[in-house]
């Protein structure tokens, strides 16, 4: 308990020099983020400019308008790639946290046959990158004929290893007293999971929240839809920058809409994170 009870010392100049040593490189690290928000209010003739300019000093709206025109030149509106996007996103990002820790509260809380094989397989899978399972993938989807539909994107998300492994390490923390004594009032299996689990395990599901959203936002599923109507909008924005230089400051515009999202779900997210980490410590 002293381990826990003491108090850190540090002195004035060094707490000083710590805080302008962390704030350096917090900078550092936001300096492409800076940039991409700037390239989208540049003009074509900021953008092409030599050395290039880190800030925008004539800022304009030119990218966006340009966008919206060229959307609305395609056959397919821009509102329906942005609902497949937000489709795939929210059930295989919430399919993903309900499924792993349906699967991870069984190999935290119960010992059964196979379960720690269960797990080494599932520590194995943390292994392989996504470059590796994606002709299994392709050939699982394409033998349950889920070929060129939102299955194909949605269903291999909610199999995302890292979620049962982070759900199952945060399971494991909570006391199994008090799973006793929820069982001894009566409480069934899922109330258990729903009431007591779960929200004892805010900060694992809200931390694979963050990882799994910009996956599912950012994809564009080029390898299992082909149908123009199921396209998701990273793969409509895609074309349009490839279209060549006169595009550029639509395909900065389109850079700062797709990274956007995942940011301000982040920002909103992380609160939360560290709310709740600080709070859930329990022992038995």
């Known amino acids: 308990m002293r381990l826990f009870n003491k108090r850190l010392n540090r002195s004035l100049p060094v707490t000083t020099l710590l805080f302008l ?12 983020l ?13 953008l092409f400019i ?9 800022p304009t709206l030119d990218n966006f308008y340009d966008l919206v025109a060229v959307m609305g030149d395609s056959w397919v ?15 295989g990002t919430g399919g993903h946290i309900i499924f792993a820790s349906m699967a991870a509260y069984p190999l935290a809380k119960y010992k059964f046959p196979g379960s720690k094989v269960i797990f080494q397989i599932v520590i194995l899978a943390l292994m392989f990158s996504p470059h590796v399972t994606a002709i299994p993938n392709y050939l699982v ?18 199999a995302f290893p890292l979620g049962l492994f ?3 390490q ?8 008090m799973l006793e004594a929820a069982k001894i009032d009566g409480a069934s299996e899922f109330h258990i999971f729903w009431k007591i689990v779960m929200p004892n395990v805010k900060p694992a599901w809200l931390t694979l929240l963050i990882l799994q959203f910009p996956i599912l936002w950012g994809t564009n599923g080029g390898n299992f839809i082909y149908s123009e109507e199921l396209k998701t909008l990273n793969y409509a924005l895609e074309q349009i920058t490839e279209a060549g230089i006169a595009r550029a400051g639509v395909g900065a515009a389109v850079a700062l809409i ?19 980490m600080s709070s859930s410590g329990m022992k038995d």
């Open 141 to 158: 989807m394409s033998g349950l004929g889920w070929i060129d539909s939102y299955l194909s994107l949605i269903i291999p998300a909610m």
């Open 34 to 46: 800076v940039y991409a928000v700037n390239n989208a209010f540049k003009p074509l003739d900021e």
């Open 258 to 276: 797709l990274m956007s999202v995942p940011i301000i779900l982040f920002i909103v997210s992380q609160s939360k994170v560290i709310e709740t």
């Open 77 to 91: 509106p821009i509102s329906r790639y942005f609902f497949n996007t937000i489709l795939i996103t929210v059930f």
């Open 166 to 168: 982070l759900m199952k």
């Open 50 to 58: 030599f050395p290039p300019r880190f800030f925008v000093r004539n």
């Open 170 to 177: 945060f399971m494991e923390q909570i006391p199994d007293a």
């Open 21 to 32: 040593f962390l704030a350096v490189f917090g900078m550092f690290m936001a300096l492409p």
